[in-house]
């Protein structure tokens, strides 16, 4: 049963430490996104990968964000220093984008809490 | 820059009912439009996709239709179940491998 994947499910940190979540897609998809979950503004995007490459970052904040694509396996996104405000629930999404994105898979989430 | 919408934020239903869930997008220029499920704590489950070149998509008791034109698509959830109780959002693109857009979603809750 193919899923996306991601770690940890939950976090909680204290202001200014560094977070790292993960993600694994689905084997064979060629798309990652990562999106961003709050009651305020729903979801948004922060970052999404074509082929491990970077398409599109601007919906993060450069100075404290990152997003990476090692290998076809591991999607990472990280926030050093870590604030408030980043407090939400952090989505993985994996597709096979051919024309368009067509179906959309995603991870169960990392709820994230920055005191 | 493309908004979703969706009417109403939060409806509540007796069980058995048919219901119809709204969504309008301001960018009628879209590829794709698709409605995903969320349940509490949990990812989002994509329910239908409807391509450009079609103007509805049948699941089980889910039927989502689109009208391009105007902007809207609808889901109609025909005899409702409690195990229907979730957000229900809607998500479009547009042709040249772009990301979903999303609306902020129905809560939905089907009362026994």
């Known amino acids: 049963d193919a899923r996306v994947t991601q770690t940890p499910r939950h976090k909680v940190t204290e202001m200014g430490q560094e977070v790292t979540m993960r993600c694994q897609p689905i084997?064979?998809?060629?798309?990652v996104f990562w999106y961003r979950q709050t009651m305020m503004q729903g979801l948004e995007l922060l970052a999404y990968?074509?082929?491990?490459?970077?398409?599109?970052d601007s919906g993060m904040p450069k100075d404290r964000f990152s997003a990476e694509m090692p290998d076809a396996t591991l999607a990472t996104l990280k926030i050093q220093p870590s604030e408030p405000r980043d407090s939400a629930v952090y989505f993985c999404?994996?597709?096979?984008?051919?024309?368009?994105?067509?179906?959309?898979?995603f991870g169960e989430g990392s709820r994230l809490t920055v005191l | 820059k493309q908004e979703v919408t969706q009417i109403p934020a939060a409806l509540s239903v007796p069980e058995g009912e048919n219901l119809v869930l709204n969504c309008s997008f301001t960018?009628?220029?879209?590829?794709?439009l698709q409605w995903f499920r969320q349940d509490p704590g949990k990812g989002l489950t994509s329910l239908l996709l409807?391509?450009?070149?079609?103007r509805e998509q049948t699941s089980g008791r889910l039927n989502a239709s689109l009208d391009k034109s105007s902007g809207r698509s609808t889901l109609y959830i025909a005899a409702s179940q409690p195990g229907d109780s979730a957000t229900y959002l809607c998500?479009?693109?547009?042709?040249?491998?772009?990301?979903?857009?999303f609306g902020k979603g129905t809560r939905l809750s089907v009362i026994a």
């Open positions: 999404a994996s597709g096979l984008v051919l024309v368009s994105t067509g179906e959309l898979f």
């Open positions: 084997l064979g998809h060629n798309t």
């Open positions: 990968f074509r082929n491990r490459a970077p398409l599109d």
């Open positions: 960018d009628s220029a879209i590829y794709n």
């Open positions: 409807i391509q450009s070149s079609q």
């Open positions: 998500a479009v693109d547009r042709r040249g491998n772009t990301p979903l857009v």
